[in-house]
């Protein structure tokens, strides 16, 4: 009743459920475990390497080759003929030849190859976890064994109801096989030729052409599953035999099904002419120049309206330098410079120059540091202030030129009727106005640095803080109104956002005795922001400013409870969703502005940035003997988290974790939101999950504080234990080294939200981070 | 020395300027809006432009006149979302300022009709640079232009009351603030539509000429017939003297609705009626009348009455009676299933029947007695027992619009013939050309037992009623799910 007023068919029956709950007759009352169904628990996977090297006074050379086999966790049906699971080769060969031309030339030729093999179900691992969370349990079993009546049927009896439309993840995962092929090669060239005894001494030039082709296709074979239901004999009350549900569309043969495909050249050469001398040993003066080239070209698979653009090569190109300046190895000055092209812009702006200054004072290095060594044996103190361009201003290439289909079927018109034959008219759209005013991102960064090294560097520190600030900040024009009738957004250079933080870096190593050593690293970083300028609509309330805020900082309503009833809805201020009425046990959220409605005037800022404002880490490694231990934990801080209560979300293609959703093919509940819940037997208030919907309603679905959750997180993100065999046995074998470990990742976590891994976000059934134990042996020949 | 630095020099220089030429990527022949008036048929594309913003009349859920005002209801919000179907979230009282439901006016460059607006006048503006079109020719697609963007502004008008009026676009690159212009009161709003097509009318055809290229184009005949709508709604009480919205005013204090009501409106809106009915008599335009085919028997003395009805809306043959045809959205399979009662023809499943839009009690309680009169004034109507159960007497008045025998409500009997020509309901009869006679009509049966039971869990009619104007009378059944429908364009 509660999750629809209008709706009189109870979904199951109380028959149903406790059928279900009895398992006596898994075939007519199913209760199956989809994610148990699907998978394995364990797999293998496989890595072999080889590496030659050798040469002499001319040349040298040094080869190596690599080859991975992962296999996936999936089940594979025993009646297709084909293997759905996933198996991914992965091959590397890489070959360098450095040959001496003169005494002073010198040149190097490398060829990479990376081939990859994938053959897998035709939905992705992430997809096929997707659809198992979204398989009815209760309607049906993933797969049925026909009986001696119907063993004529040589294809699998997939398990649906109804007409057949419902999602069954195990059909979905061996329908069918896909082929994923890439192949990345690479040829590089580079050229190092001595000046100094030519020109100058300490003039040096550097020239490197790289020429990288990559291609990609996929491509897969799937059958349209037949479904099957079981029928019930009215006098055995036994299954009979299996009903097909959908005759029309199933099909025992594959078809094929296209997948994407991509072609890519890309060269890139750089030149640099550097210079680098030290005059009357306390005047180190150096400086280069470098000019970079890059040409890339794609094809696009599809004809559609953006191939042309998509064909067009990608280019950039760009002039550097730096000159520095070293007194004494104490103090140090240095200026740099980019003076960048980018194809981005319109012909006026597509050039920038960016320049920046440094100081450094290396304090150790003075007279009067001298008592200290080696308690300090490196002090040093930085400073750069300097400007960059961003010209990544937006996903679009061309982002300043017009963008106009005179051919969009999709804003025509059709003129007469069906019998006397009509006269169809492709119309005009613009999907970007013409912007030859667009410019630049800058920012200006100042860092303040040091550089801390004590007892002979084994304790080290470095520590940077950075103040930016980033202007010409390319956004929508808010002021527009909607009356102009303009079909895209107008953009302009408009923001500013000011942003600060720091970052630091501390280890330290100790060896105890000649068998036993530690090693310590912890790192940590904090940043944070807010905007300073952003165009925006002059909103009646201060607080609805973006203004001060950071570029994650999340608004929303402030929930207050669930409403404990109709009559309490009726006597609240009115909730303006739209969508479904507000009814008992539906979020409350506080009217901020008093106004007597809630709308989007009562949202505020909520919450820490959905981004950490602060990372850390920190791990240790130690060895006894033949043994060696390390371990390592990462951690996030200052964040917060939203669940996301919709069924799935159009804009970032993610489901999220409503309850059911859809009829077909429902989300998963979890256990949590089925043990607290409103409902009118229980009006709890304080309820983890709103009043329980079909879909989620509109007024649940808002960002408020309900759905808000600390998203601090400490994660024992890897261990490994292994043991060297010892050299004696190893020569007895003929081999070089034998190492068996044993390693994890993901082992723990401690974190405030329990339901799910706080680094899915708001999808909590998105596919989770895998605990992975690897226990292996490497040996080296 | 300095020769050899020349020579490294050189060849950066030489880079330096040819660096321009490599990053400009782009061809000169992309395409911008100014192609599209380079030629008569680029200019054609676009007038089809102008037309596309109309609301497309199978729109069901993106269009008032479905839902808004209680016309249909569906059979639960789980299987039809406020996104989809906002018309009838309006009907459930859920409109609201904070994201308003059919939102026409839009947010942040949204707004359908402002954007059609805006693309009229870029015609408008630039179709008489066109080089290979005759004037006359410019000046009758101009004309069109023009009465679509009176025709936008006033849809604008009917939702919203005072508007901006939007005669010619901002430049893009124009300061935000040119375009914060204040609004119209009412009044001026409706004088500047009537002025508007008033400029057009000349230059429009008078009615189409080649029915393939030109039903559906603005003609005299459309212009006429809308002007005289637009007057009647000026004339309204709903924007003539509404004191509702006295309160409304704009930034200098001025009331934005008219608040003393002239009855002057009227006159000239009769006027206008008159002026349009005369015009389109004159282009043989009248009500529709439906033939028989040659192989259907017609027994009942109200069949040729009924199908009058539902052929006027839904027939496949250009009706005489339709002045303005929307011959972009066709209503093919999609929609018509939507108002088609599955179960039609019990040998097939068809499943892809969607079935699920229910007319309202209070729809079917709005057609009159067989006397002509509502059935709440008809003193000879036994409204007080209208939702007691009855069983339909075997006799002749009744044979062709009920089944003989069958018990359903008082309230479906002893009806005007518009009340069975129009609706589908329990007790009725479903008369389809392949029944051959009218006698042969399909009975519907809406029982859980009966026919047209809800067969699906999100497709059947909530309230027990179908409309059956919007079903061609020419549809088919077949087996295996087989279900062929011709189709048919509404009217504007």
Redesign the interface.
């Known amino acids: 009743m509660t999750?629809?007023p209008?709706?009189k068919?109870a979904t199951y029956s109380l028959e149903k459920i406790d059928k279900t709950a009895a398992g006596e007759n898994p075939t007519l009352y199913p209760a199956v475990d989809w994610l148990d169904f699907v998978t394995r628990k364990v797999t293998t996977t496989q890595n072999y390497n080889l590496g030659i090297s050798g040469g002499g006074q001319l040349a040298k050379y040094n080869v190596s080759a690599n080859y991975t086999t992962d296999n996936g966790l999936l089940k594979v049906e025993p009646i297709n003929d084909f293997n759905s699971n996933v198996r991914f080769n992965v091959f590397n060969f890489l070959s360098n030849v450095d040959i001496n031309l003169t005494k002073s030339t010198q040149l190097v030729a490398r060829v990479k190859a990376n081939l990859q093999d994938y053959n897998g179900p035709p939905s992705s691992g992430t997809e096929a976890y997707g659809q198992a969370i979204r398989s009815n349990p209760v309607l049906f079993q993933p797969v049925y064994t026909p009986g001696e009546n119907q063993s004529y049927i040589k294809h699998p009896l997939f398990g649906n109801f109804?007409?057949g439309q419902y999602l069954n993840a195990y059909a979905e995962i061996v329908k069918g096989y896909s082929e994923k092929r890439r192949s990345n090669l690479s040829f590089q060239t580079e050229l190092y030729q001595d000046l100094s005894s030519?020109?100058?001494e300490g003039l040096k030039f550097r020239g490197l052409l790289n020429v990288t082709r990559r291609s990609y296709f996929e491509q897969s074979r799937v059958y349209n599953p037949f479904y099957y239901t079981p029928v019930i004999d009215p006098v055995t009350k036994q299954v009979s035999s299996y009903f097909q549900l959908n005759p029309?569309t199933g099909t025992e043969y594959l078809n094929f099904e296209p997948g994407k495909r991509e072609l890519t050249a890309v060269v890139y050469g750089e030149a640099q002419?550097s210079y680098n001398r030290t005059f009357a040993q306390k005047h180190g003066i150096s400086a280069s120049?470098i000019?970079t080239?890059r040409n890339e070209v794609f094809t696009p698979q599809d004809q559609d309206e953006n191939s042309?653009?998509k064909t067009?090569?990608?280019?950039?190109?760009s002039?550097s330098g730096n000159a520095s300046y070293i007194f004494d190895e104490r103090y140090y000055a240095q200026f740099t410079f980019g003076y960048n092209?980018?194809?981005k812009f319109a012909?006026g702006s597509?050039w920038g120059f960016f320049p920046s200054f440094g100081v450094a004072w290396s304090v150790h290095k003075e007279k009067f540091m001298e008592g200290l060594w080696p308690t300090i044996s490196n002090l040093r103190f930085r400073a750069t202030h300097g400007w960059i361009g961003y010209d990544n201003i937006s996903d679009e290439r061309?982002f300043y030129?017009?963008k106009?289909?005179?051919?969009d079927g999709g804003?025509?018109?059709?003129?007469?009727?069906?019998?006397?034959?009509?006269?169809l008219?492709?119309?005009?759209?613009?999907d970007r106005?013409?912007?030859p005013?667009v410019n630049w991102e800058i920012s200006r960064q100042t860092n303040l640095g040091i550089d801390l090294g004590m007892f002979k560097g084994a304790l080290t520190f470095s520590g940077d803080f950075y103040n930016q600030f980033r202007y010409n900040i390319v956004q929508?024009?808010?002021?527009?109104?909607?009356?102009?009738?303009?079909?895209?957004?107008?953009r302009a250079n408009l923001g500013e956002y000011k942003s600060k933080g720091f970052e630091g870096e501390l280890s330290y190593t100790k060896s105890v005795t000649k068998d036993l050593y530690f090693q310590g690293r912890g790192t940590f970083t904090y940043s944070t922001g807010e905007y300073v300028y952003y165009e925006e609509p002059n909103f009646q309330y201060d607080y609805l400013s973006r203004i001060g805020l950071h570029s994650n900082q999340v608004r929303g309503y402030i929930a207050e409870r669930l409403f404990i009833d109709d009559n309490e809805v009726f006597n609240s201020p009115?909730q303006?969703?739209?969508?479904?009425?507000v009814l008992g046990g539906d979020i409350k959220y506080v009217d901020v502005n008093k106004d007597g409605?809630?709308?989007?005037n009562d949202r505020v800022p909520i919450g820490l940035p959905t981004t950490p404002e602060i990372s850390y880490g920190f791990g240790l490694t130690t060895g006894y003997k033949s043994f060696d231990f390390s371990f390592f934990f990462s951690g996030l801080a200052r964040t917060s988290l939203f669940i996301n209560p919709i069924y799935y979300d159009v804009d970032d293609e993610k489901y999220g974790v409503a309850p059911f959703g859809s009829?077909a093919a429902p989300n998963a509940v979890l256990q949590v939101w089925a043990d607290s819940y409103w409902s009118e037997e229980h009006q709890d208030i304080y309820a983890r999950w709103p009043r329980l919907?079909?879909?989620p309603t509109?007024n649940n679905s808002q960002t408020s504080t309900f759905w808000m959750r600390n998203g601090n997180l400490l994660r024992l993100k890897q261990v490994d234990i292994g043991y060297n065999l010892n050299q004696s046995i190893l020569k007895r074998y003929k081999m070089n080294g034998l190492r068996i470990y044993f390693s994890g990742t993901n082992l723990f976590k401690w974190s405030p939200f329990k339901l799910w891994d706080p680094e899915l976000g708001g999808y909590g059934l998105g596919y989770p981070l895998q605990r992975v134990f690897n226990f292996g042996i490497n040996i080296n020949i | 020395m300095y020769k050899r630095i020349l020579l490294i020099l050189f060849p950066i220089t030489l880079a330096m300027s040819s660096c321009n030429k490599f990053i400009d990527v782009i061809p000169d022949n992309v395409p911008v809006i100014e192609h599209a008036f380079n030629l008569r048929t680029e200019a054609e594309g676009y007038l089809a432009t102008c037309y596309n913003r109309l609301p497309a009349s199978t729109n069901t859920g993106g269009l008032p006149g479905y839902f808004s005002a209680d016309e249909f209801w569906l059979n639960s919000t789980s299987n039809y979302s406020a996104g989809a179907y906002p018309g009838w979230y309006i009907a459930q009282g859920q409109q609201n300022s904070n994201s308003p439901l059919l939102n026409y006016w839009g947010s942040g460059g949204s707004g359908t009709y402002w954007q059609a607006i805006n693309d009229c006048n870029v015609f408008i503006e630039r179709v008489f640079t066109v080089p290979d079109m005759e004037d006359y020719e410019k000046e009758r697609w101009a004309a069109e232009a023009k009465f679509l963007k009176a025709y936008y502004h006033y849809l604008l008008v009917r939702a919203y009351g005072p508007i901006i009026i939007k005669d010619e676009n901002v430049p893009v690159f124009a300061d935000p603030s040119e375009s914060h212009v204040p609004r119209v009161a009412v009044d001026a709003c409706f004088d500047y539509i009537v002025k508007t097509i008033d400029e057009a009318m000349p230059y429009l055809l008078e009615v189409e000429e080649n029915p393939i290229i030109e039903i559906g184009r603005v003609t005299q005949v459309v212009a006429k017939a809308v002007k005289a709508e637009i007057l009647v709604e000026a004339a309204s009480p709903l924007f003539n003297g509404n004191t509702d919205m006295q309160l409304l005013k704009d930034d200098n204090g001025n009331p934005l609705f008219n608040q003393t009501y002239d009855e002057n409106k009227w006159v000239k809106a009769a006027a206008a009626c008159k002026e349009a009915i005369d015009f389109a008599h004159l282009h043989n335009k009248k009500l529709h009348v439906w033939t028989s085919p040659a192989n259907f028997t017609v027994n009942g003395p109200n069949t040729q009455y009924k199908l009058n009805l539902r052929t006027a809306v839904s027939g496949e043959d250009a009706s005489t009676e339709t002045l303005w045809y929307d011959t972009r959205s066709i209503a093919g399979l999609g929609f018509q299933t939507d108002f088609t009662p599955r179960g039609l023809v019990s040998d097939a499943n068809h499943s892809g029947i969607t079935s699920f839009m229910g007319a309202t009690l209070n729809m079917a309680q709005k057609f009159y007695s067989a006397n002509g009169v509502p059935i709440d004034e008809d003193k000879t109507y036994p409204y007080a027992a209208r939702y007691e159960l009855t069983t339909v007497p075997n006799q002749n008045k009744y044979k062709y619009d009920l089944i003989a025998g069958y018990t359903t409500v008082r309230f479906h009997l002893d009806r005007e013939p518009r009340f069975y020509g129009t609706l589908s309901f329990d007790g009725g009869r479903y008369l389809m050309l392949f029944n051959k006679n009218d006698a042969d009509a399909i009975n519907t049966d809406y029982k859980s037992t009966g026919n047209i039971k809800p067969s699906s869990p999100t497709g059947y009619t909530n309230t027990g009623y179908m409309v059956k104007k919007y079903v061609n009378i020419g549809n088919t059944y077949g087996s295996s799910n087989r279900h062929d429908v011709v189709p048919y364009a509404l009217s504007f």
Request: hydrophobic letters at 40%; aromatic letters at 8%.
């Open positions: 999750r629809n209008l709706s068919d109804d007409d030519i020109i100058t029309q002419v120049l000019s080239l042309l653009i067009l090569p990608k280019r950039n190109i002039f092209g980018s194809e012909a597509r061309f030129l017009s106009v289909d005179l051919n804003r025509g018109y059709t003129f007469g009727l069906p019998k006397t034959g009509s006269y008219l492709s119309g005009v759209s613009i106005y013409a912007n005013f929508n024009r808010a002021a527009i109104p909607a009356s102009t009738g303009l079909q895209a957004p107008v009115e303006q969703f739209g969508g479904e009425p409605v809630i709308n989007s009829v919907s079909q879909t509109n």
